[in-house]
Structure formats: structure tokens, C-alpha cells
């Protein structure tokens, strides 16, 4: 059983970055492909991003191609989202995933993923 806790939301104004952190615990985070996923109000959620278990490759959502970056380190059992020029339409509730069959699907799908954490909100506004 893989247990997620995002960290690193909050308020920042467009164009600023911020870096989201998911910690796991509870299994070995090298078995599984991770993404990232957001929701806004009023709005399913959404997949940003994901890399697979070995960090070899990576899918982004094309709303946020060349402004974020997925990332893993599998010794710390953690990976990042790193969000760089940022825009009110980044603004959602974030959440880190995990689905053990370790690749990623060509697009980000709530389905397979099997784990997941309470959210981090990010708020992009002036």
C-alpha cells in the first residue's frame, strides 16, 4: 500500500514558479509510474502530468508543455512538479498519484491509478 502527502501550493502571482512535492511512504516508489493531476472549481479533474517508474519518459497535459516539469527521485520516494510561468488558469486543487503497472497511458486518465493524495492548493492570481 503506497501512501501520498503533497506539499508546496500556495499563492503566487503570473509568471512566478512554484514546486509541488509528493512524499510516499509504505511501498517502493520505483514500481510505479507517478502523475500529477488538478481540479478547479466546478471542473473534473484533470491530468497534468506523469513519469513512468523508472523516470525514462514523461507525458504532459499540452496546456502545460514548456512550463512544467515532472521529476523523480526514487532513493527519496518523492517527485516534483516543477511550474514555471505560471497563469490564472493554473489555479486547482493538485493532486499526486501512483499506478503500479509503471508506465504512463499516452493520455493522463484518472484510470489506472490506484493511489492518490489529499490535494495541495495552487492559486495563480495578482
Known amino acids: 500500500q503506497l501512501q501520498l502527502v503533497e506539499s508546496g501550493g500556495g499563492l503566487v502571482q503570473p509568471g512566478g514558479s512554484l514546486r509541488l512535492s509528493c512524499a510516499t511512504s509504505?511501498?517502493?516508489?520505483?514500481?510505479?509510474?507517478v502523475a500529477w493531476f488538478r481540479q478547479a472549481p466546478g471542473k473534473e479533474r484533470e491530468g497534468v502530468s506523469c513519469?513512468?517508474?523508472?523516470?525514462?519518459?514523461?507525458n504532459y497535459a499540452d496546456s502545460v508543455k514548456g512550463r512544467f516539469t515532472i521529476s523523480r527521485d526514487n532513493a527519496e520516494s518523492t517527485f516534483y512538479l516543477q511550474m514555471n510561468s505560471l497563469k490564472p488558469e493554473d489555479t486547482a486543487v493538485y493532486y499526486c498519484?501512483?499506478?503500479?503497472?509503471?508506465?504512463?497511458?499516452?493520455?493522463?486518465?484518472?484510470?489506472?491509478?490506484?493511489?492518490w493524495g489529499r490535494g495541495t492548493q495552487v492559486t495563480v492570481s495578482s
Open positions: 513519469i513512468s517508474s523508472s523516470g525514462s519518459s514523461t
Open positions: 498519484a501512483a499506478e503500479k503497472l509503471g508506465d504512463c497511458p499516452r493520455s493522463i486518465g484518472i484510470q489506472p491509478f490506484d493511489y
Open positions: 509504505g511501498s517502493t516508489l520505483d514500481d510505479y509510474a
